[in-house]
C-alpha cells in the first residue's frame, strides 16, 4: 500500500499510517457547505512490515446524520467489524467530516468520543478518532486519541501527501 503520511504521537511515542485508499476515501467524503457529516470505521492493520497501517470504511448510507452530527448505523458498524477481524485487522475508532477548513473538536466530539472509549475500553483502551476538514492541506485532516485521561492530537508526517 503506497504511503501518503503518518500521524505520529510524540508523547507515546506511536505512530500510523495512511495510505491511498483511506486517503482516497477521506478526501471523497469532505463535507461541503449545507451538506451532511459523513463518516466511518477505523482499523488497524497490524500485518505491515512498515508499521501500522490505518483502514477506513466509507460512508454509508444506512448511516443517519446531518449538518453537524452523525450516527453510524450500529448493524453496519457490526458487519464491518466481523469483516475486519476475519482479514486480521482491528477497530481503533472512527472518523468524520466538518464543514470547517481546519476541523476541530467540538464538544459534541469531545462527548462522543469519551463515550465511544468507555464503551470499548475492555478491547480498545486508546481509540483514535480522526476529524476530516475541508482545506486540501494536511491541516486539513487531523487525527487524536483518547490517552492519559485526555484527548491528545497527532502530528501529521508528511511522506508523500496526495490531496
Not at 64 to 82: F, K, V, Y
Not at 92 to 105: A, D
Request: hydrophobic share 40%; glycine share 8%.
Amino acid at each position: 500500500m503506497p504511503l501518503t503520511w503518518s500521524w505520529y504521537w510524540p508523547l507515546f511515542d506511536a505512530a500510523i499510517r495512511v495510505g491511498e485508499n483511506t486517503a482516497s476515501i477521506f478526501e471523497g467524503a469532505r463535507q461541503h457547505k449545507y451538506e451532511r457529516e459523513r463518516g466511518g470505521q477505523l482499523f488497524a492493520d497490524l500485518s505491515d512490515q512498515h508499521g501500522i497501517s490505518l483502514i477506513a470504511t466509507p460512508p454509508h448510507p444506512a448511516d443517519s446524520s446531518g449538518h453537524a452530527w452523525l450516527e453510524l448505523n450500529d448493524e453496519r458498524c457490526q458487519i464491518e467489524i466481523t469483516e475486519a477481524n476475519e482479514k486480521g485487522l482491528r477497530l481503533i475508532g472512527y472518523w468524520h467530516t466538518h464543514p470547517q477548513r481546519v476541523p476541530q473538536l467540538s464538544p459534541k466530539d469531545v462527548t462522543s468520543f469519551k463515550a465511544f472509549s468507555i464503551r470499548y475500553r475492555e478491547v480498545l483502551p486508546n481509540p483514535v478518532a480522526v476529524i476530516v476538514g475541508t482545506a486540501l492541506t494536511p491541516q486539513g485532516i487531523r487525527a487524536w486519541s483518547v490517552r492519559y485521561g485526555g484527548l491528545l492530537e497527532a502530528v501529521q508526517l508528511a511522506d508523500k501527501v496526495i490531496f
